[in-house]
């Protein structure tokens, strides 16, 4: 699996958007780029996730470049509650093959009031 | 839907006892898969199971054994505990990852062992 690049922390102001952008230069062709988060040592969360189109759902839009080397996940209006460290992934989607995930350090997004 | 869920929460062990981790999905994945983290750390993968009576080693297999003897059901086993193994466990089921299908973590197992 490719590896990814994050910073390590960032802050927004409660209300305002959040960018959390990921470096993947060395994505393979049928590699996804997923995003979890992690809220105070829970399980991992599942957000979003995506292959070359852009997607949104609920939480969070994903925007992956068109040569798809880099993506930024977009909380479009932060609470506090988005507090949390977010880690970027990528990971095969080829049927068969094992598909474990492979989580780096993340980044730590902080939203003050 | 209680997703995936871990069983002990909490444990603390004395060097050199054993215990088993029981991790346990209703959504009849076929893939399923235990993580280690440490404080401050990603979580790293120690073993997975593709399917009912398959394992696999992960990126820090060392003094864990596993066991998938049916499908909604992955066993991790401490044989020896040492105080190196103190940490929280997360377990992990999806489907096959063909159409880029999602991974959902259960709440975590803190372990100590002193």
């Known amino acids: 699996d490719a590896k990814t690049t994050q910073p390590t922390s960032m802050d927004c102001a409660e209300g305002r958007a959040a960018n959390l952008p990921c470096n993947h230069s060395?994505?393979?062709?049928?590699?996804?780029v997923y995003w979890y988060r992690q809220i105070h040592s829970q399980g991992p969360q599942y957000i979003i996730h995506?292959?070359?189109n852009n997607e949104t759902n609920e939480m969070a839009s994903l925007i992956i470049t068109e040569d798809r080397k880099s993506s930024t996940l977009i909380l479009p209006h932060a609470t506090l509650r988005d507090t949390a460290v977010y880690y970027c992934?990528?990971?095969?989607?080829?049927?068969?093959?094992?598909?474990?995930?492979?989580f780096g350090k993340g980044i730590t997004l902080s939203v003050r009031p | 839907n209680a997703g995936v869920t871990q069983t002990p929460k909490f444990r603390v062990l004395k060097t050199g006892q054993s215990m088993t981790l029981l991790c346990a999905q209703d959504?009849?994945?076929?893939?399923m898969y235990w993580y280690r983290q440490d404080p401050g750390m990603g979580l790293r993968l120690i073993h997975y199971s593709v399917g009912e009576g398959t394992t696999a080693k992960g990126e820090v297999p060392d003094g864990y054994n596993v066991s998938r003897l049916k499908k909604q059901n992955f066993l991790l086993g401490l044989e020896s505990a040492a105080p190196s193994q103190t940490s929280v466990y997360f377990c992990a089921s999806s489907y096959p990852p063909g159409t880029g299908n999602t991974i959902y973590f259960g709440e975590g197992s803190w372990l100590t062992v002193v």
């Open positions: 060395t994505i393979s062709g049928n590699e996804y």
């Open positions: 992934i990528v990971r095969v989607a080829s049927s068969g093959a094992n598909s474990k995930l492979t």
């Open positions: 959504m009849n994945h076929e893939y």
């Open positions: 995506g292959l070359k």
